[in-house]
């Protein structure tokens, strides 16, 4: 998620799109891989629950799971035809598709800014401005290195008051942990998990001052195809889309079974960060317009903001044909009381 963004520019930009999906007989056999935009964690619970309750088997739809190597990886992936589907950081794909890429999106699934100012309580930060005389650390090329003077901009923050102390991406929790800096870049899901937990365990009171909330109108991460395969068996895009949501439709309305299902797919993963990490992603999937238009819809306004702001960032005229909401459905589902009491709760 934390992607760099400016490499996968470099690597977009370099790129030659070879198409190597089956024909359309041979796609009847419904053999489809989806490639992550990272490693797997709870945010990906749809696409689990998808594949144990049969939903994409119901579509005729043998989905293979592979991990991802970053966003801007699992976009060439999916541009060079290499895998039918990814899910990757929407910014990263809107990036690709400006440099060229035959990418589509077609949902997203953390349909909240993933980004924030992480603090602890002491350090008085509760509103963007509060950043200014204070110390945040952060990976020189990370891709929040990009995007945060948009936002200080956006938030009216003097960036020119705030110390950037570069350290390793690893390094990050521990420099923050110990007191060298005042904030960091919050993620989620991702970045915020561990984080979470390990003040818990310490006794130590976070501060998220969410991005969100301060007319930052960015997606996380969500679906993307090749423009070819779109066009060649749109049936199987539909399917595919059809069965992720109904995925996560499941996984809200079971979060608990949703959570056993990934941990028996994943055994290596831990109970409490995944546990997080699925919550994060029901919270941020679960938007008012989700509620009204169907999982994974897709707001004019929020991606005109973004296609925008990722084609001025980095220079290059905003692509035509980004997205399409066609295989988004409208359908009913249950937000069970207990779940709706936990979210309230979420950091």
């Known amino acids: 998620m934390k ?17 190597g999906f089956p024909s359309h007989s041979e796609a009847q056999s419904k053999r489809v891989l989806v490639q992550f935009a990272w490693v797997v964690g709870g945010l990906h619970a749809g696409f689990f629950v998808a594949k144990e309750k049969g939903y994409y088997a119901s579509k005729g739809l043998d989905v293979s799971i ?23 950081n929407l910014p990263t794909a809107i990036i690709s598709r400006g440099k060229g890429a035959p990418l589509t999106i077609l949902g997203v699934i953390i349909g909240k800014a993933p980004e924030s100012f992480l603090s602890f309580a002491e350090k008085g930060i509760r509103k ?9 650390a952060e990976a020189s090329g990370a891709a929040i290195m990009v995007t945060w003077p948009a936002f200080a ?3 009216g923050i003097d960036i020119n008051k705030v110390t950037h102390i570069p350290v390793e991406a690893a390094a990050k929790p521990a420099v923050f942990f110990g007191g060298q800096v005042d904030w960091v870049a919050g993620f989620r899901p991702g970045f915020d998990e ?24 960015v997606y996380g991460n969500g679906l993307v195809t090749h423009q070819d395969l779109l066009k060649r068996d749109p049936n199987m895009v539909a399917n595919f889309v059809g069965a992720t949501m109904d995925g996560y439709a499941y996984a809200i309305e079971h979060p608990e079974e949703a959570l056993e299902i990934t941990l028996k797919a994943n ?4 109970r409490e960060t995944t546990r997080l990490s699925l919550f994060f992603a029901i919270d941020a999937i679960m938007t008012k317009t989700a509620k009204e238009k169907g999982l994974g819809y897709m707001e004019p306004d929020r991606m005109a903001f973004q296609i925008k702001l990722m084609s001025d960032l980095m220079n290059f005229p905003a692509p035509k044909d980004t997205y399409t ?4 459905q409208k ?17």
């Open 3 to 19: 992607r760099i963004l400016c490499a996968a520019l470099a690597a977009m930009a370099g790129m030659a799109f070879s198409v």
């Open 66 to 88: 592979n991990r991802g190597f970053g966003s801007g990886d699992t976009a060439k992936v999916v541009a060079a035809g290499k895998a039918q589907f990814g899910e990757v």
């Open 128 to 136: 963007p401005k509060d950043v200014e005389g204070k110390s945040f």
């Open 153 to 155: 901009k956006l938030a």
């Open 194 to 217: 561990p984080v979470i937990l390990r003040a818990r365990k310490e006794g130590k009171k976070l501060v998220f001052v969410r991005w969100e909330d301060y007319g930052w109108k």
């Open 267 to 270: 055994p290596e993963l831990e």
């Open 325 to 328: 909401n066609q295989f988004i």
């Open 331 to 347: 359908k009913p589902f249950t937000v069970p009381p207990a779940l709706a009491a936990d979210l309230t709760k979420l950091p």
